[in-house]
């Protein structure tokens, strides 16, 4: 079992940067890889990142690519997202996910345990 609170959502001007984190408890963080997908009002889910167990490996949707980062820190039980150059269409509900295998994946299905979201907000 892993449980996920994400934090560091808010409001941010175009063009600002945000870092959201997830902090996991369970025993099982350490061998799971990670995802953050977001959420915006009337759309559905999307991937945005993911994250190996040693956090070697990451995958990023394209359109967030050269502007996301994902990492990790095991020894935290933290995941986090630096969301840099952000665009207002970005405000969304971010979720962290977190899979019960190894491997890295962009569909929200193949994820067994989520967060409740942290609200990310950019103004224009």
């Known amino acids: 079992q892993v449980h996920l609170v994400e934090s560091g959502g808010g409001l941010v001007q175009a063009g600002g940067s945000l870092r959201v984190s997830c902090a996991a408890s369970g025993r099982t963080f350490s061998n799971a890889a990670m995802g953050w997908f977001r959420q915006a009002p009337g759309k559905e889910r999307e991937f945005v990142a993911a994250?190996?167990?040693?956090?070697?490996?990451?995958y990023y949707a394209d359109s967030v690519k050269g502007r996301f980062t994902i990492s990790r820190d095991n020894a935290k039980n933290t995941v986090y997202l630096q969301m840099n150059s952000l665009k207002p269409e970005e405000t969304a509900v971010y979720y962290c996910?977190?899979?019960?295998?190894?491997?890295?994946?962009?569909?929200?299905?193949?994820?067994?345990?989520w967060g409740q979201g942290t609200q990310v907000t950019v103004s224009s």
């Open positions: 996910a977190a899979r019960t295998v190894v491997y890295l994946s962009k569909r929200a299905d193949e994820y067994a345990y």
């Open positions: 994250i190996g167990r040693n956090g070697g490996l990451t």
